[in-house]
């Protein structure tokens, strides 16, 4: 259950908004001034928080202001719901949403704090994803400076002029993964993000593609819809740096071929893509012998 602080003065706004978000699920708090308000967000590390301006003690602008100063509510939604001339104040000092009292019903606001809450959640999860991802970086230190057990000679069975998309917008992951396809002879186009990966298959022809869980412009699965619309049988691998999971079902109805998030096989893909890639042009060619017995049958 989400927990929700409004600061109000007002005993019948405050009656109003309490009662419309408990009846949504959620769990309300009160505060009705920006003193008590600011003590209130510090002790329960509310999910979201709707703030009036005009407040007794401390002004809603210096209780925005203080939270925004705090590292801990960076990605706070911080709704402000008054009538009063700071409303564009409010938004330079960092307000999430600001919504009239006299113009936004009950509905609206809920609406409103709904939405802000979906973004917030998805920005933290960005923002955890490339915590994790430096993180994965610096205990593989060994396969960034070229160290790793896995040398050229282990692969050169496995050697391939394969043309790989990889779409990756961490720099030294990036690097680390396209000079592990090359050393098995892959040829690789890194981009950093959707749309340039999108600009990229208009002009060239790929056997597989290589995608991280989240890039800035898109979710990974959403790209790879994309991609397996336009190719039904070529590899498509998803991977997360972060070690974080999709489902199963999640992966199949995007149309990832494989989805990896062990370290060891992000940063060497090569064994796994390879295998797809072959087993992809099995199908293909097993697709057009079926499709020669047929004409040859009529």
């Known amino acids: 259950m989400k927990t929700i602080v409004i600061v109000e003065d007002h005993p019948v706004l405050i009656s ?3 009662n419309k978000f408990i ?5 309300v708090e009160i505060a009705s001034d920006g003193e008590s308000g600011l003590e209130l967000i510090n002790r329960i590390r509310p ?21 925004r100063a705090n590292p801990s509510f960076k990605h706070l939604p911080i709704i402000i719901f008054s009538d009063s001339a700071w409303k ?7 307000a999430t ?33 490339s915590q994790k991802l430096d993180h994965t970086v610096a205990t593989n230190v060994a ?15 496995q050697r391939t002029d394969a043309q790989v998309l990889l779409v990756e917008d961490h720099y030294d992951i990036r690097t680390t993964i396209s000079s592990a396809l090359d050393r098995s002879g892959f040829r690789v186009t890194a981009v950093d993000c959707h749309v340039a990966a999108l600009h990229e298959i208009e002009t060239n022809e790929f056997d597989a593609f290589l995608l991280n869980r989240v890039c800035p412009d898109g979710i990974g699965l959403s790209l790879c819809r994309q991609l397996r619309s336009l190719y039904a049988q070529k590899a498509i691998v998803m991977y997360s740096t972060a070690t974080l999971p999709i489902t199963q079902e999640q992966r199949l109805q995007a149309g990832a071929s494989a989805y990896l998030s062990e370290a060891g096989d992000i940063l060497n893909p090569g064994p796994i893509l390879l295998e797809l890639i072959d087993k ?4 293909l060619s097993h697709i057009a012998s079926n499709a020669e017995l047929v004409m040859l049958g009529t």
């Open 16 to 18: 109003i908004y309490r």
């Open 23 to 27: 009846t949504e699920g959620f769990k």
């Open 47 to 67: 999910n979201l928080v709707v703030l009036d301006l005009a407040m007794p003690k401390v002004n809603g602008i210096e209780v925005l202001k203080t939270l």
């Open 88 to 94: 564009q104040q409010a938004l330079r000092e960092g």
């Open 97 to 129: 949403v600001v919504l009239s009292k006299s113009k936004h019903s009950p509905s609206q606001v809920v609406e409103a704090a709904q939405s802000a809450l979906a973004r917030s959640e998805q920005s933290a999860s960005m923002e955890s994803d």
């Open 143 to 157: 396969f960034l400076a070229g160290k790793a057990d896995l040398s050229a000679d282990a692969h050169s069975n």
């Open 280 to 283: 992809a042009k099995a199908n």
